[in-house]
């Protein structure tokens, strides 16, 4: 962290209450640097389940494998792992934590990796993307619903933005922004999966959804 920093106030462990308990984007990005060497390790101890089910949808909506995809708040690049193993040549990661891309990087499967901040523009051209994924970014204290805005604008006409929601924040405010942007048509629903819980031996009464859209 930059000198003069407050990260003495950080907690000494990581866990899904403190980072969702962030005050605002900067706590994030320090937690989730702070916590970037053990991030896998944990959350794969608690069985971490959004990947695979993700997965699913790209495999049946994303059809060209060499595409450009970018995973949006890639962390360590799990999602990364689990595309470029089905096939996904072209894969570009963006994170607010500058430790986790670090990670991701040392994975070796993107093309590109760069430290952006979801809810803030975005620095690709429109259209960028054939496909956009956003994996645990939609949470509690994490990336706001007008992220969702950008997502879409980078994303071509045609192509699919595939993303996990937990379902408290979809009732409390992502709910609106999904059918706002239905309403304006920016993008048409494909699928969604049921409710599940995605942190079975950490928290199973805790459950997200993936929705998968395409863009006009």
Request: no cysteine.
């Given at each position: 962290m930059s000198e003069g920093d407050d990260s003495g106030n950080l907690p000494s462990t990581y866990d899904l209450s403190s980072v969702f308990a962030a005050k605002d984007s900067r706590e994030v990005a320090e937690l989730y640097d702070h916590?970037?060497?053990?991030?896998?390790?944990?959350?794969l101890s608690w069985g971490y389940l959004t990947p695979a089910v993700t997965s699913w949808f790209v495999g049946r909506f994303v059809e060209d494998r060499g595409a450009p995809v970018l995973d949006a708040g890639a962390g360590t690049g799990l999602m990364g792992d689990v595309l470029a193993t089905l096939g996904y040549s072209d894969l570009?990661?963006?994170?607010?934590s500058e430790n986790m891309l670090a990670h991701a990087r040392g994975k070796g499967v993107y093309r590109q990796t760069g430290r952006m901040e979801l809810g803030q523009e975005l620095d690709f051209p429109t259209g960028a993307f054939a496909a956009v994924v956003a994996t645990g970014v939609f949470a509690a204290g994490h990336a706001p619903p007008e992220s969702l805005d950008e997502l879409a604008r980078v994303t071509r006409?045609?192509?699919?933005?595939?993303?996990?929601?937990?379902?408290?924040?979809?009732?409390?405010t992502f709910g609106a922004t999904l059918e706002r942007l239905e309403e304006e048509g920016r993008w048409e629903r494909l699928d969604?999966?049921?409710p599940f819980s995605h942190l079975p031996l950490e928290d199973p009464e805790l459950k997200?959804?993936?929705?998968?859209?395409?863009?006009r």
């Amino acid at each position: 962290m930059s000198e003069g920093d407050d990260s003495g106030n950080l907690p000494s462990t990581y866990d899904l209450s403190s980072v969702f308990a962030a005050k605002d984007s900067r706590e994030v990005a320090e937690l989730y640097d702070h916590w970037a060497d053990d991030y896998e390790q944990s959350i794969l101890s608690w069985g971490y389940l959004t990947p695979a089910v993700t997965s699913w949808f790209v495999g049946r909506f994303v059809e060209d494998r060499g595409a450009p995809v970018l995973d949006a708040g890639a962390g360590t690049g799990l999602m990364g792992d689990v595309l470029a193993t089905l096939g996904y040549s072209d894969l570009v990661a963006i994170d607010i934590s500058e430790n986790m891309l670090a990670h991701a990087r040392g994975k070796g499967v993107y093309r590109q990796t760069g430290r952006m901040e979801l809810g803030q523009e975005l620095d690709f051209p429109t259209g960028a993307f054939a496909a956009v994924v956003a994996t645990g970014v939609f949470a509690a204290g994490h990336a706001p619903p007008e992220s969702l805005d950008e997502l879409a604008r980078v994303t071509r006409n045609g192509g699919s933005v595939i993303f996990s929601v937990r379902t408290d924040v979809l009732e409390d405010t992502f709910g609106a922004t999904l059918e706002r942007l239905e309403e304006e048509g920016r993008w048409e629903r494909l699928d969604e999966t049921r409710p599940f819980s995605h942190l079975p031996l950490e928290d199973p009464e805790l459950k997200l959804q993936v929705f998968a859209y395409r863009v006009r």
